[in-house]
């Protein structure tokens, strides 16, 4: 049974740091490459951050780069995202997105 559970999630004042996690069960974790997401109410949801499994190349929107970084632990089958320097429109549910499998979203709050 594939599962995705985030965590990490919460209340955060603007400037600060967060750590989202996500672990995974159910699957080869290490053959696939893995990504968060957000969406805003009222926004379009965007991509956040992407590991390409082949290569290990990282990418990143332009609007959290410098500022996010994703990684993963394949023999913990987490990915992580960390967030530093958070900004107001940062505030989204953030998903974790493996081999096709969605997390169930978590919400992220960035205020002060």
């Known amino acids: 049974q594939v599962r995705l559970v985030e965590s990490g999630g919460g209340l955060v004042q603007p400037g600060g740091s967060l750590r989202l996690s996500c672990a995974a069960s159910?699957?080869?974790?290490?053959?696939?490459?893995v990504s968060w997401y957000r969406q805003a109410p009222g926004k379009e949801r965007e991509l956040v951050a992407v590991i390409i499994s082949s290569a290990g190349t990282t990418n990143y929107a332009d609007s959290v780069k410098g500022r996010f970084t994703i990684s993963r632990d394949n023999a913990k089958n987490t990915l992580y995202l960390q967030m530093d320097s958070v900004k107001p429109e940062d505030t989204s549910v953030y998903y974790c997105i493996i081999g096709g499998y969605w997390g169930q979203g978590i919400q992220v709050t960035v205020s002060s």
């Open positions: 159910g699957f080869t974790f290490s053959r696939y490459g």
